[in-house]
């Protein structure tokens, strides 16, 4: 038996720290709308607190499961199968907002797309555990360890998901450099993005539209540009210090998503540059004791599997609080453990479970 | 030296890598370890190390395992010329050896031995002489315990005595002994230190570390060994079979004298030595110089060296069948090694000779094969070079050891000894020259008892 040592205490607070401040600023940007919707101002802050206890609880479990025991083909390739099918079976699903995301099960609804980012991160691990010395064989070891990706995205782009497919991009990319992958193979894999890209953005009117809101939000402020303009105000309002928790305008209704994918600016209105810098300061330590555990651990399957989920979290953060400053053309992507969602946060928290687990590792 | 948390790579698992890796396991290193060697030869050392948490790589060196490490402890069968090894130190990585990394942590006095020939007798001698004057001793090194082991029972007050090899000599730093011991210098190795300076200049590192109160004892019959006096700090102690020396020991007459710094005494007859074979005296002077100097009373030394058997595998007596006798000395893996034991035994030698060569010169036994053996007896893959090289006795190709040994036995006629020493490594048909010896024991053992149970049988049916 393996020696444990405790999980990495810095790690785990962070994560109940998130998870909190989330369901603060959920409540905060939710409860007006939810009086007006539902007739109860906790209507979302209950629903997204039971996820909460489900995905902490999960997290709890799954830290306390030897990651080893996930290296089988048997599971490996039954998630990503099972991923692959759900994928392809929201399509048989009534869509919400034009898009085909979600899969209804009776009052329960969740993205596949999800499951996506945790099943390519297992498939990396895995199969790169045992070929990364010769990443630089692209025929028999870079293709076939990113195929599934390029798979999975494909699918999520037709949902149409654009972000959410960049963001598993940009997490097998980030697996595949630890695994020791030449730069100029990235060089190459961006340029053969340019192309599909170009088709996705530039003739997708409501894409494109976004861009060009992105480039000058105040050309169409009623409309494509609304949406940006909306959070900018929300984040120039709070200023220094904030409006203080529940204080905001930005969402009573001028801000779409406000409990959702653009709950950062709601922190950034209420709570001020302090509070915005705080979300980014909790996962600056996420990211480096993400990135510590994968690196000093010996064994390559934890190293990939460590680093995937820390890219994860990471690179979701990263799009999100983008897009919410106007660094970004708009995307619908969550803030990790904070914006309002039940699928993503369980999610996340399990497999950052997997993460913890990790770093109980002596090895 | 702090290791807890860092990430460790020990390369090849033989006991010292497995010993290394364990220790440093313990001590909260991340460790992972590489071997050449296939899971499937390995099936023992990799469930013990994957219960530690330890990470292994069997079957190859992974390049990129190499890369991102922060110290590389290698074991002493690890050339050192390894593609990745050359690279990791390029990149600044910190490569040592198991003796370095045991050095780093062991307290107490240590005694190293090394030399071509002999280590094992001497250590073991020493050892026990040292240990006769009740002081906490712990022997081993390259043979036996790794030096690592001695970690948690070693106290300032231990003495530690250590068989220590050119390869490991190779990767110190700050290996420090109070007593440095060389033997002898001879060509030995050649396959992996490709020339004699190399090989002489790694044997002088054990003095590297000395100081002025440290003491290095030198073979006053070994010209190379003459030449190191001067790369050392240490007082110099010699030993000598030939010749009276200035401090040290050695013969004169027949008896063992010490001259020490103060005074002159004499520690024992030669006829009280109970090992066997010239080569023998020059071990035993020695381990008398190491035992003298770490204030050894010489009464006791006495005692030590009149009832010190050989050391197993080393000119080991095995047993006599028929009047011929059996001698196992497997831990031969060299010429010099061979030559050695053949000078033991005037004549009438029948002599096992190969196994995996190691890049030797055979044609160097061939003044002696001419003199004192009868025939020799070829084994394993070296056996078409030495069939080549050899002159002056009749050679017969066996293959085998057991054919090797039927074919000697059945030819030897009494007063004949029978001696396996092969002048090259065992890994071609044996794990290791211990399992070789013990094959070869074992096959004597089994004549033995055929021809007891013979003899019984023949009395009896004579009564009959």
């Known amino acids: 038996m393996a020696k444990r040592v405790s999980v990495d205490k810095w790690l785990f607070t962070v994560i109940l720290l998130l998870v909190f401040l989330g369901l603060i600023m959920v409540f905060s940007a939710s409860a007006v709308m939810a009086r007006e919707r539902f007739g109860s101002s906790y209507s979302f802050l209950l629903r997204q607190l039971g996820w909460a206890g489900a995905g902490i609880a999960a997290m709890l479990v799954v830290m306390n499961i030897d990651y080893k025991q996930y290296r089988r083909s048997s599971i490996v390739f039954t998630f990503l199968g099972f991923t692959c099918l759900l994928l392809v079976g929201v399509f048989l699903f009534h869509d919400s907002h034009n898009t085909h995301r979600w899969i209804k099960l009776g009052p329960l609804s969740f993205q596949p797309s999800e499951l996506a980012k945790p099943a390519i991160i297992l498939y990396l691990a895995y199969f790169l555990e045992s070929r990364w010395q010769q990443i630089a064989d692209w025929k028999h070891v870079l293709l076939p360890a990113a195929a599934p990706s390029l798979l999975l995205a494909a699918l999520i782009v037709k949902e149409p998901d654009l972000g959410t497919a960049v963001a598993c991009m940009a997490i097998t990319t980030s697996v595949l450099y630890i695994a020791g992958m030449k730069m100029r193979y990235l060089g190459y894999g961006f340029l053969a993005s340019l192309l599909p890209l170009y088709f996705l953005i530039v003739h997708v009117s409501y894409r494109w539209h976004r861009i060009i809101a992105f480039l000058d939000p105040w050309k169409d402020p009623q409309g494509h540009g609304f949406h940006i303009i909306q959070s900018m105000i929300a984040v120039s309002t709070g200023g220094l210090m904030g409006t203080g928790l529940m204080e905001g305008k930005q969402k009573l209704f001028y801000l779409p998503e406000p409990h959702t994918d653009f709950i950062y600016a709601n922190i950034a209105e209420e709570l001020g540059l302090w509070g915005a810098a705080l979300v980014v300061i909790l996962f600056s330590i996420f990211l480096y004791r993400g990135i510590r555990t994968a690196l000093r651990n010996q064994d390559p399957f934890a190293r990939f599997l460590a680093t995937g989920i820390t890219a994860m979290v990471v690179v979701q953060a990263l799009i999100n609080m983008s897009v919410v400053l106007g660094m970004m053309p708009t995307k619908g992507i969550p803030l990790p453990f904070i914006s309002y969602g039940g699928s993503s946060l369980f999610i996340t928290l399990a497999s950052v479970g997997v993460l913890l687990n990790i770093t109980q590792q002596t090895d | 030296m702090e290791v807890k948390g860092k990430r460790v790579l020990v390369v090849g698992l033989g006991k010292s890598g497995i010993a290394s890796a364990l220790f440093l396991a313990d001590r909260g290193a991340r460790v992972a370890v590489s071997d050449t060697k296939s899971e499937e030869e390995l099936p023992r050392e990799i469930p013990l190390l994957l219960d530690r948490g330890i990470v292994v790589e069997a079957g190859y060196h992974g390049e990129r395992t190499f890369k991102e490490q922060e110290l590389i402890v290698i074991s002493p069968g690890v050339p050192a010329d390894v593609p990745q090894l050359l690279q ?122 000395q100081a002025s109160n440290d003491f290095a004892v030198l073979n006053a019959d070994d010209a190379t060994c003459i030449a190191m006096a001067d790369k050392t700090k240490a007082g110099v102690y010699w030993f000598s079979r030939q010749r009276e020396v200035d401090h040290g020991a050695f013969v004169s007459g027949d008896s063992i004298i010490w001259r020490g710094a103060a005074k002159e005494q004499a520690v024992m007859p030669i006829a009280e030595i109970s090992l066997k074979g010239t080569h023998n005296v ?20 006495r005692r030590i060296v009149a009832n010190f058997k050989a050391v197993e595998h080393r000119l080991e007596y095995v047993a006599t069948i028929r009047g011929v006798q059996y001698y196992n000395d497997s831990k031969a893996t060299n010429v010099d090694a061979t030559i050695k034991a053949l000078e033991s035994f005037p004549s009438g030698i029948h002599l096992i000779l190969g196994g995996k060569d190691k890049g030797s010169d055979y044609s160097v036994l061939n003044s002696l094969l001419e003199n004192r053996v009868k025939r020799v007896y070829t084994i394993g893959s070296a056996a078409a070079k030495i069939e080549s090289q050899v002159r002056g006795s009749e050679v017969v190709g066996a293959g085998t050891i057991d054919n090797a040994l039927r074919r000697a036995s059945e030819s030897a006629t009494p007063g004949d000894i029978v001696l396996l020493a092969p002048a090259c490594a065992s890994f071609d048909q044996f794990v290791s020259y211990e399992h070789r010896g013990r094959v070869f024991k074992d096959l004597v053992k089994q004549m033995e008892a055929r021809e007891l149970q013979h003899a019984g049988s023949a009395r009896a049916g004579g009564k009959g």
């Open chain 2, 88 to 209: 990791a130190r390029q990149a600044g990585i910190p490569v040592i050896g198991e003796v370095e990394l045991a050095a780093r942590y062991l307290k107490g006095k240590i005694v190293a031995i090394t030399g071509s020939n002999g280590k094992t007798t001497t250590t073991t001698l020493a050892g026990e002489i040292i240990a006769a004057s009740g002081r906490q001793t712990l022997v081993g090194g390259n043979i036996g315990t790794p030096a690592i082991s001695f970690v948690e029972s070693a106290t300032d007050e231990t003495w530690i005595v250590l068989e220590v090899s050119s390869f490991q000599l190779e990767t110190i730093e700050t290996f420090h002994p109070k007593i440095a011991v060389v033997l002898n210098v001879t060509p030995d190795h050649l396959d992996r230190h490709h020339t004699f300076a190399n090989y002489a200049a790694a044997k002088a590192r054990i003095f590297e570390n």
């Open chain 2, 282 to 301: 020059e071990n035993v002077l020695a381990a008398v110089c190491s035992g003298m100097l770490a204030g050894v009373d010489p009464a006791h030394i």
